[in-house]
């Protein structure tokens, strides 16, 4: 499901199908209320009631994530309780997805504390293998729609490359990464970071897919850094 990249005016546009006759007390209330209105407080709270009210459907839990992703709270520097509250619910996959994809794209540039708060989810061990290759397919599939991405978005991926297992890494992984790695590469051919990113993917996780392994080294010939020919150089040990 694309997600929106804006934040809603108000969450009362959202429509609410609960599966039983009538919406919780907490459902009726934090639907008409606009995330960027709250109190750090109320909205680690309407973190928490999103990702463990089982009565709504995955599409408006999405649709809220969002809209809380794209809040004044994630603008800077994340308020102590609501990096607390979203520390504690890593357990919640649709929480996990639903967070933190919104919030690697709109910081995609720069490591924010949004970006470091991910990238310590993604360390911290909690996070399921298939979590991690959700993770990792969402971001992919935006990144590609996307003009420019940057150390943000660089940021996480390296979150998940330390984390994700060599023997769990699915070709699915792989075709993801190469996506990603491609698509950055015509705004990144400077980035030290995307050559290190690339040059540490390459190493840890092998490619044997030849398709894979071509469009990799055809981003990785177009880079300018000093990491140049020390990624294409591990491209070809693949062969």
Do not use: Y
């Amino acid at each position: 499901m694309e997600l929106s990249t804006t934040e809603p005016t108000l969450l009362c546009t959202l429509r609410h199908t609960p599966a039983t006759p009538s919406p919780s007390p907490a459902n009726s209330s934090h639907l008409h209320v606009s995330p960027s209105s709250m109190q750090p407080t109320e909205l680690a709270h309407l973190l928490a009631s999103t990702a463990t009210d089982r009565t709504l459907s995955l599409d408006t839990q999405h649709l809220m994530f969002t809209a809380i992703a794209n809040c004044k709270w994630f603008e800077a520097n994340i308020p102590a309780v609501i990096q607390s509250q979203a520390l504690a619910l890593l357990s919640e996959q649709t929480f996990v997805v639903g967070l933190f994809v919104p919030l690697t794209i709109r910081h995609k540039m720069c490591v924010t504390s949004s970006i470091r708060m991910i990238s310590k989810a993604i360390n911290s061990g909690e996070l399921t293998v298939g979590v991690l290759h959700t993770l990792c397919h969402e971001i992919s599939e935006r990144v590609q729609h996307l003009r420019i991405v940057g150390d943000g978005v660089f940021h996480v991926l390296d979150a998940l490359a330390n984390a994700m297992p060599v023997a769990r890494a699915s070709h699915v992984w792989v075709v993801d990464w190469t996506r990603v790695l491609v698509a950055s590469v015509a705004h990144n051919k400077e980035s030290k970071k995307l050559a290190a990113l690339m040059l540490r993917f390459v190493n840890k996780f092998g490619i044997k897919d030849v398709a894979c392994r071509e469009k990799i080294d055809e981003a990785a010939r177009a880079l300018t850094t000093p990491l140049k020919k020390a990624v294409i150089a591990a491209i070809a040990r693949q062969s």
